[in-house]
């Protein structure tokens, strides 16, 4: 009998073992894995980025941080450029905040310049291989740049953007999506801009080749007509990996004031006077049908959301 127990507390030991080896293992993981998004997280300032976001700031210290963590977060090697213009509000305290990353550089303009010109700085400082804009009250999902990569990679397009969600002023997800072709072609992007600025990834020796200009008018807007012109399409991931804050005080807050800086902006691409105003009467048609199908298919959505809730509370 005493063999027996000795041989059952043998056989007990054996197995108390087998699970502290089994816990010591899982720990082990746990710890690596934690190192290894560590890692992820901090950039080693001798290594190149292979991304340079470039991030213009001005009046966005209640914003900012969610734009800066979107971009910290992404899986790709990367720096972020930080342009301070001029702004009056606290953004330098917030920046504060990321001081101790090496990732983050952040510079100050001696005056107001505006958003192309402080883009325009930060491609002058990139060192990434692409070149990504992010507005300072915009996010983005965490996979936005791997996708985006991915796709440019296939293809060998020199600029990739993604689909948007629409986010309020107060930032709350909306839930409409404005989409976006996964082809973009020149003449398509004369009848509607496609592209949205702080979707784009594009490659560094053309944002270098093709600066930021006309600030009167939709400088982005201007930009990628330029680019399309020359190189004849883009790519597009059809996800809403960037999410877009609606404002009510921006450059195209005041639709009338917007609709002019169209037409200019066509103009400065270098169209004639007929063929701008046959591609801005294009543009405004696309532009209605375009809101319009957001918010019919968010309204579909949100009806089919209370006809399940509706349904459920009818079966208890």
């Known amino acids: 009998m005493k063999t027996l127990r000795n041989t059952k507390e043998i056989k007990m030991t ?24 560590a890692n992820r997280a901090i950039y080693n300032k001798e290594e190149t980025p292979l991304v340079s ?37 606290a953004l330098d305290a917030v920046m504060e905040r990321y001081a101790m990353d ?31 804009f992010l507005d300072a009250d915009d996010w983005w999902d965490p996979d936005k740049l791997e996708k985006q990569l991915v ?41 509607q801009n496609w592209i949205n600025c702080s979707s784009v990834l594009l490659k560094a020796e053309v944002a ?52 002019k800086m169209t037409y200019d902006s066509y103009r400065y691409a270098g169209l004639g006077r007929t063929k701008a105003m046959l591609c801005f009467c294009a543009y405004t048609v696309n532009g209605i049908k375009k809101y319009t199908f957001a918010y019919l298919r968010t309204f579909l959505l949100q009806g089919r959301k209370r006809c399940d809730r509706i349904s459920k509370n009818s079966t208890k």
């Not at 197995?15 to 082990?28: A, F, G, H, P, Q």
Request: hydrophobic share 35%; proline share 3%; with cysteine.
């Open 14 to 37: 054996g197995k108390d073992l087998k699970v502290k080896s089994e816990m010591r293992k899982e720990n082990v993981y746990n710890e690596e894995a934690s190192q290894n998004t």
């Open 53 to 89: 976001v470039i991030m213009p700031a001005y009046r966005c210290a209640r914003t900012i941080s969610q734009a800066i963590d979107s971009v910290l977060i992404q899986n790709v090697p990367l720096e972020l450029i930080v342009i301070n213009d001029c702004s009056p509000d």
């Open 102 to 132: 090496s990732r983050v550089r952040y510079v100050k303009n001696e005056k107001n310049c505006g958003a192309a010109a402080s883009r325009n700085r930060g491609v002058s400082m990139a060192a990434g291989k692409y070149i990504a």
């Open 151 to 191: 796709q440019m990679e296939k293809t060998k397009a020199v600029l990739c953007c993604t689909a948007r969600e629409l986010v309020t002023p107060d930032g709350i997800q909306s839930g409409r999506v404005i989409g976006v072709k996964e082809k973009i072609t020149y003449r398509m992007l004369l009848h």
């Open 208 to 259: 270098k080749a093709f600066p930021m200009e006309h600030e009167e008018g939709h400088e982005d807007y201007i930009l990628w007509l330029r680019i399309l012109k020359k190189y004849g399409w883009a790519v597009a991931v059809n996800e809403p990996l960037l999410k877009y804050r609606l404002s009510t005080d921006g450059k195209s807050g005041n639709k009338l004031h917007s609709a």
